[in-house]
C-alpha cells in the first residue's frame, strides 16, 4: 500500500522535545524530497521543513530555524523532524509529504504544547 504514516506526536512543556516520524511504504521514496507541514486549528497548513531525497539539502520556515531539524535514512524509508525549544505557537497537527509522489497525505500526527 502506498502511503506515509506520521507518527511521534504528543503533549510537552514549553520547551521541551518531541521526534516525529514519517514512515513511507509502497513507493521508493529516496527518490522525492519530503517535507513536513503543520495545521494548527483554524489556519492554513503550513510548511515547516523539507528534505532533498539524498538528504543534501534543507529548508526550514523562518519561526522553526535553529529549533528543528529534519533529516532521513533512506534505509529505513523514514523522515525525521527533531523538535525543540517547543512554544505554544508549536501546537498543530503535523503531517509529511513527498513532493510530487503519487502518495496521499497521512493521517498526520498532534502535537501540543503546554505552557
Known amino acids: 500500500q502506498v502511503q506515509l504514516v506520521d507518527s511521534g506526536g504528543d503533549l510537552v512543556q514549553t520547551g521541551g522535545s518531541l521526534r516525529l516520524s514519517c514512515a513511507a511504504s509502497g513507493f521508493t521514496s529516496s527518490n522525492y524530497a519530503i517535507s513536513w507541514y503543520r495545521q494548527a486549528p483554524g489556519k492554513k497548513r503550513e510548511l515547516v521543513a523539507g528534505?532533498?531525497?539524498?538528504?543534501?539539502?534543507?529548508l526550514y520556515d523562518a519561526s522553526v530555524l535553529g529549533r528543528f531539524t529534519i533529516s532521513r535514512d533512506n534505509a529505513k524509508n523514514t523522515v525525521y523532524l527533531q523538535m525543540n525549544s517547543l512554544k505554544p505557537e508549536d501546537t498543530a497537527v503535523y503531517y509529511c509529504?513527498?513532493?510530487?509522489?503519487?502518495?496521499?497525505w497521512g493521517q498526520g500526527t498532534q502535537v501540543t504544547v503546554s505552557s
Open positions: 528534505i532533498g531525497s539524498n538528504g543534501g539539502s534543507t
Open positions: 509529504n513527498a513532493d510530487g509522489a503519487p502518495v496521499p
